[in-house]
């Protein structure tokens, strides 16, 4: 089964500092992976996809994800975290025909 | 982009009662929808695959005769909570694929939610 693990439930980090949230995928071929960003009680914003090519993807709001093969990880990070930045970020892989996503991360950035 | 639209966005009903959501592909055909629930703190759990003109498949656990859904046209489905009791109590999120898309893409779009209240 395709599923996807994000090791942490909370992500702490103080505005203007880099930001990163985990995730590690269990695929049988290729990974199809993605981060969607939530605000409460909102629906998922799109932030960026892995399908094929450059291991490291650029998403919106200045986010970007690095596919890494190795350590089966495609983790959500961002050089300069800004308070807004605070939400609920899944990440998901393609199953063959939805999206199967991880429990979520909190990240909260403070002043 | 490619907009998708729920509503209501909030209903409150009594148990006992069914409740219809809506979800709408504003700018572009799905031919298929997909059905999410969401509990608080917690992930998105796929209930049903919704194809145009078709029966929707539904997850492993998920009661079919609950959880009535409608994909009636290329922009509409609809999802019916039937007969319904506090533990449905959720928010229930709507997505779409355009047909369009690139197999490859795989991306589907999200609707903003509708939080159900069974009291």
Redesign the interface.
């Known amino acids: 089964a395709q599923s996807v693990a994000q090791p942490e439930d909370q992500v702490n980090v103080a505005e203007g500092n880099p930001l990163t949230v985990k995730c590690t995928y269990s695929v049988s071929g290729n990974p199809y992976l993605f981060w969607y960003v939530q605000y409460p009680n909102r629906g998922l914003q799109f932030l960026l996809k892995y399908i094929t090519g450059d291991n490291l993807v650029k998403g919106s709001y200045g986010f970007e994800a690095e596919f890494n093969k190795s350590q089966t990880s495609f983790h959500l990070k961002k050089p300069s975290a800004l308070v807004s930045d605070s939400a609920l970020y899944f990440c998901a892989v393609h199953s063959g025909y939805a999206l199967n996503f991880g429990k979520g991360t909190s990240l909260l950035v403070t002043p | 982009g490619a907009v998708?639209s729920?509503h209501p966005s909030r209903v409150i009903c009594k148990s006992g009662t069914s409740v219809k959501i809506e979800c709408r592909s504003l700018d572009f055909q799905a031919t298929?929808m997909?059905w999410y629930r969401q509990f608080p703190?917690?992930?998105?759990m796929?209930m049903a695959?919704s194809n145009e003109g078709s029966k929707a498949t539904y997850e492993q656990g998920v009661e079919k005769d609950k959880f009535l859904i409608n994909h009636a046209s290329l922009t509409l489905s609809t999802l019916t909570v039937t007969s319904a009791h506090p533990e449905d109590s959720s928010?229930y999120?709507c997505?779409a694929r355009d047909y369009r898309d690139w197999v490859?893409?795989?991306?589907?779009?999200?609707?903003?939610?509708t939080?159900l209240t069974v009291t």
Request: aromatic share 20%; proline share 4%.
């Open positions: 998708v729920q298929t997909f703190k917690q992930s998105l796929l695959t928010f999120i997505s490859g893409a795989y991306e589907q779009y999200f609707g903003p939610g939080r």
